[in-house]
């Protein structure tokens, strides 16, 4: 059987004392109304208690004898808004929970429930309707469910914000992106190029559609699936890194050439370098790998013993620094030299914004190089790969300076 339940809801609830909710209790509880279920947020800035008539019981405080009367007693609580929502006799109080708060009444919808009751055929208070056994809640367990839900909230409002900010930046393109920024992140497999070529082959024999990726110089693989484990061959280094293919672009935008000398600043987990040590022509060459983040760098430092062959290794240096004290005894300066500034970021302020401001401080003469990759798009200053325009790769930005002088 079907029936109209009051719900009570509430603006004012997250700044409720408790000693004012242990009122609200002892309302509900020793009125004509029980306490169902503790709050359950009806929107953003609103909580709900929904509660059930329940047989009256004689009782020194004065009980509700309708709607109205219910409503001007919760008012003095802070409590405001009655609405109706369809309920059923019998269901659990976790079933309960679930039923979807309806629309506010109208004045006269809700007059014409209280002369219901009043005549004794308000639905909600029907005397063939049982009763429902409603356990008190501790004040811990309503610390508990306040603090969550407060929790809850300052999550809503940081996700839209981030939605309102990115909104603004890219207009009606934003949900498209939004929903493949959620999605499944997309890997290719880079292949080691340090590994035997026989043993790659063996580890991938059963991916389903196994495709070379027509848009890296360095070879890489996608898939319908999902790529194995890589094995190790039988210098000890593993066949293949699971990576985004647009970070192999990243590293093809510095144009390697045997012999350079190259530093990436930020390298962990190791990919990009990883990339770049296949583009070196090794032995030939050094690059020095950089990790402020000591975590960070042990993994670094793990990706560079699994993947390279120990007779390379001296090809490679670690280091711990903060890029922004680099000593002046190893400098990345000279005249024609390549600058490579990529991220991960979709926002603006972090892509174009920073080469802008790099642009207007430094003290050195730099040229941007306006470079088009086969996936993604052209930005004010670079290139910005996204997964909604670019099957799913992505994002990753990427801008070029060339020193001048």
Not at 71 to 82: A, D, H
């Amino acid at each position: 059987m079907s029936q109209l339940l009051p719900v009570v809801c509430s603006s004012h609830l997250p700044l409720l004392t408790q000693s004012e909710v242990s009122t609200l209790h002892l309302l509900l509880l020793r009125s004509s109304f029980c306490l169902l279920s503790l709050p359950s947020p009806a929107s953003l800035y609103s909580f709900t208690f929904r509660i059930i008539p329940k047989r009256a019981k004689k009782s020194p405080l004065s009980i509700p004898k309708s709607m109205s009367q219910l409503e001007c007693s919760l008012q003095r609580c802070g409590i405001n808004g009655i609405m109706l929502a369809e309920g059923r006799e019998g269901d659990s109080a976790q079933e309960a929970c679930r039923w979807e708060t309806g629309q506010p009444c109208s004045s006269d919808v809700r007059e014409g429930r209280e002369s219901d009751a009043e005549d004794g055929t308000q639905r909600g208070v029907s005397k063939g309707s049982k009763n429902r056994q409603v356990k008190a809640v501790s004040k811990t367990k309503l610390r508990n469910i306040r603090r969550q839900e407060e929790e809850r909230q300052r999550k809503c409002l940081v996700l839209q914000a981030f939605r309102n900010f990115y909104l603004v930046q890219y207009g009606e393109r934003w949900p498209s992106l939004f929903s493949e920024l959620q999605a499944e992140s997309r890997s290719c497999c880079l292949v080691n190029g340090f590994a035997e070529s026989e043993v790659f082959m063996q580890n991938v024999a059963n991916v389903p559609n196994l495709t070379r990726l027509g848009f890296t110089t360095v070879p890489a693989y996608g898939c319908s699936g999902r790529f194995p484990h890589p094995e190790r061959d039988s210098k000890n280094v593993y066949t293949y890194y699971l990576l985004d293919a647009a970070s192999v672009l990243a590293t093809e935008a510095l144009e390697i050439h045997p012999g350079d000398s190259i530093l990436d600043l930020c390298a962990a987990p190791g990919g990009k370098s990883l990339a770049i040590l296949q583009q070196m022509g090794l032995p030939q060459g050094m690059l020095t790998a950089n990790e402020l983040s000591d975590d960070r760098r042990q993994r670094l430092l793990k990706v560079i013993a699994d993947y390279v062959p120990r007779n390379l290794r001296q090809c490679v240096k670690v280091t711990g620094r903060d890029g922004t004290r680099w000593p002046e005894s190893e400098v990345y300066d000279k005249v024609g030299g390549l600058v490579v500034y990529s991220t991960c970021s979709i926002s603006n302020l972090e892509n174009d914004g920073v080469i802008t401001k790099m642009l207007k401080k430094t003290k050195f003469n730099f040229e941007i190089i306006h470079r088009k990759f086969p996936i993604g798009e052209e930005t004010e200053h670079g290139w910005i790969i996204l997964p909604d325009l670019a099957h799913g790769w992505g994002p990753l930005y990427i801008a070029i300076l060339k020193r001048t002088a």
